[in-house]
């Protein structure tokens, strides 16, 4: 517990917004920020933004208040590297989006384009208390007969799941490793060869090649030069410690701000991790040598990066459409094998908003951040809870979803005796 | 016995001579009932777990897997059998007693849907052993001979609770062929896991799989019309056998000598074997109007379905599947992955428990899921609670230990902490219905195979000698 600080609202809240403010009153506030955990505090919700942290508040006229009795609220939780809004159902070409399969390079491609932010899940997935999410690009090999991707999977976003299309940050994904290797030629060495002369030609600009030579299109120079620029963080799918050294050595050298994602065996390049201050966003679940590059693969993984000081951040085996609200089950799974459990909520909130750049508005409870946060029935983190508010731009949400009126229309016949 | 036919033919003769070779004066009907004992059950299970020390459990709380939960008990096993459970239970004088309070003990739990050993780590191509793709009815392969005892998901789940598991054939097929039960000890053999007695099961697949793996290829079938009639010429086949079979075996015992014996099929000899109920089937089928489909295809031929397996909308014909006496084996909130099940909700298993005489069981079909069965429960029971359902943890662990057992044919043995049943036992070190819980010790037949103090789960052969191993020093 550290120590109660009461923070006085820097914004001001103006009288014709009380109508719409909310007053949470008793919660015990994990604010993944300096001030840490609030016990017995209130939180003023007004504008959509957090207006005010502190005990003993007083309520605005009009605002709406909750008692949450000492329940936990802690920002809303991140989904993970996800097909949200991208992927309305699996192995259904036609509600599908996130694989671009032209056989050509092009990092151009941004599947934020593609973001349909009614998808079913969406609701689904928020009252699993989970308000933002990255959607990310897969690259898929071809076959004989179509075309596949390439290395270069393509742009991603976060998006919030407030119903809205807004997305925010740039992120460029690629992948890299065994799984890979038929994006490359049949060697992951042709990874860094391919990449290498992604970068050149994005480099030069006017560099003239034969078609059959270049790999990129204008617009992808254009793109890959903005992403070398800084426009967002490179992210890296990759699980072979040997592998991540390869890619750490890259970056390096073209002065890469990178992230890994998977990285099953990064634990054992842990300490050349945090020294190149590049964060790993794990699956917490993988423990299995599911191929020849994850022979390493450990329950610890994340407990033993954070040790040696490598930001941990959470995704799933694949990207996930559809249970997405399962990636705070990987998180407490992570803290039963040794990550504390103030740095797994982290890795759920503050550590990925900061990843993708967005930390100033996502991933905290801070008085002027976005009030996006979540009331728990217990440990947000413990597979017996459930959300049961999920705010949003202080919004509160409505607890409904397509899965919640097929219950009900089901479970009264399971009580009559009729599901027939 | 349908298998049993075979003992007539000149061949087996000659097999079972050489097996009874030892025999002085080796008679026909020795030799014939030796060639039987094969025939109905070849490639026998050798395990044989070692003589058990009693153990003694003081003070857990535990939950029998019948429904019950007693407080502050003791369990004792002797012989690898569960022998008494009560309050201050007398300690044999060689007992090894386990201070258990404040720890949680359940039935060993059991996995009816897995693929490990024949979808085994690492899956590379070589390791693609699950379906046996080339044709839509594959009823004569037997997915034992898949299995790899090697595959190290066979620890990760004994780490997770996983005494006993069903091994299926992948959904591809139409039948996809027979199942095995395995105990989850450590082997060089699959033999030397093979549950005994365990009724094998038969792979059926309903829906999106078989007509899109054929389907894609212009072969039959490519519609779910052509499901159901693929299935049902099988079963004509297999009605066919067996009146053969029958008839031969009239003719035989009127004294006709020139009876022909039936020409032995392996398919016909697994589709028999389930008409007559020795194979039970385990059917891959997610959609509510399938599954009455399948139950009315049942009523046709004449058999039972044991369970449907991944039936994301088993809620929505909950009571009928619950007056078929048909289990319903599902995931706590997996859905949206294909169009068939698009509609799946958490409060699945929960309602499929509460119609009335409800067979909920919680399964895999993952190398990750099994190793967490308890923490799939607990989302389902805290989904069903949400519901309104009224689910204490005694309920929760009978779909993981007593229903998957009575799906698989094996109540009668273990699924259950009662006396003169298997020593399968889990000693959890809280409440396992919790993403926190651990396991401390897994018994099997009363042996320990998993003590997580000391830290030395068995290894599998594959991850000797590697460096990148998670056991290295960082």
Known sequence: MKRALVFLALVVVSSDAAADSVLIRNATVHTVSTAGTLENTDILIADGVVAALARALEAPAGARIIDANGRVVTPGLFGGLTHLGLEEIGLEPTAEDATLKLGAMRPEFDVALAFNPESTSIAVTRLGGVTFAAIVPTAEAGSANAPGGTIIAGQGSVIALDGGVSTYSRALYLDFGSDSSALSGGSRAAQYMLLAQAFAEARSPTLVLAQDQRLLTPLGRQTLLEFIGGAGVFVFDVDRAADIRQVLAFAQREKLRIAIAGGAEAWRVAPELAAAKVPVIVDALEDLPGSFDAIGATLENAARLNRAGVKVSFTQESPESHNVRKIRQTAGVAVTYGLPWDVALAGLTRIPAEIFGIADRFGSIEPGRRANLVMWSGDPLEVTSVAEQVFIDGRLQPKRSRQTELKDRYLERVRAGTAR | ?474
């Open chain 2, 1 to 474: 016995m349908p298998i049993n036919h075979i003992s007539q033919t000149w061949h087996l003769w000659s097999i079972a001579l050489l097996i009874a070779g030892c025999a002085t004066q080796p008679s026909a009907p020795d030799a014939a009932s030796v060639v039987a004992a094969a025939a109905a059950n070849p490639y026998p299970s050798t395990y044989q777990p070692q003589a058990a020390p009693p153990t003694l459990f003081r003070g857990a709380t535990v939950l029998t897997g019948t429904g019950q939960r007693l407080d502050d008990s003791d369990v004792l096993l002797v012989d690898g059998r569960i022998e008494s459970i009560g309050r201050s239970l007398p300690a044999p004088a060689d007992a090894r007693v386990i201070e258990a309070k404040g720890r949680w003990i359940t039935p060993g739990l059991i996995d009816i849907h897995s693929h490990l050993g024949v979808y085994p780590s690492p899956s590379v191509r070589a390791h693609n052993d699950g379906n046996e793709a080339t044709d839509p009815v594959t009823a004569n392969v037997w997915a034992e001979h898949s299995v790899w005892p090697q595959d190290p998901g066979f620890t990760m789940a004994l780490i997770g609770g996983v005494t006993s598991m069903q091994i299926l054939p992948g959904s591809a097929n139409l039948i996809g062929g027979r199942s095995v039960v395995l105990k989850n000890v450590p082997s060089v053999t699959y033999q030397g896991m093979k549950f005994p007695g365990a009724p094998q099961g038969l792979k059926m697949a309903c829906g999106e799989n078989p007509k899109r793996v054929y389907g894609s290829n212009k072969k039959f079938p490519s519609t779910r019309m052509g499901n159901v009639a693929g299935y049902r010429a099988q079963w004509v086949e297999a009605q066919e056998y067996l009146r053969d079979r029958a008839e031969y075996d009239r003719k035989v015992a009127a004294g006709d000598k020139d009876a022909k014996p039936v020409k032995r099929d392996l398919r016909l000899d697994s589709l028999a074997a389930a008409l007559e109920g020795d194979i039970l089937v385990h059917q891959h089928c997610y959609r509510a109007d399938e599954m009455a489909i399948v139950l009315d295809m049942a009523e046709e031929f004449g058999y039972k379905v044991a369970a449907f397996h991944h039936a994301s909308e088993a809620y929505k014909i909950a009571n009928l599947l619950a007056e078929h006496h048909v289990c319903g084996g599902m995931w706590a909130d997996w859905w949206g992955f294909k169009m068939e099940s698009f509609d799946g909700i958490p409060e699945n298993i929960a309602l499929v428990d509460e119609a009335p005489g409800g067979c909920a069981v919680v399964h895999s079909d993952s190398s990750e899921g099994i190793q967490r069965l308890n923490q799939e429960a607990a989302k389902a029971m805290t989904s069903g609670r949400l519901a309104g359902l009224d689910i204490p943890p005694e309920r929760a662990i009978t779909w993981l230990t007593a229903n998957p057992a009575r799906a698989l044919g094996i109540l009668d043995r273990t699924g259950t902490l009662e006396p003169g049943k298997m020593a399968d036992v889990v000693v959890w070190n809280r409440d396992p219905f919790s993403v926190y819980a651990l396991i401390d010790l897994v018994f099997i037949d009363g042996i320990v195979q998993y003590d997580r103090a000391s830290l030395t789960p068995p290894r599998s052969d594959f991850m000797l000698g590697q460096p990148a191993a998670p056991g290295a020093t960082p």
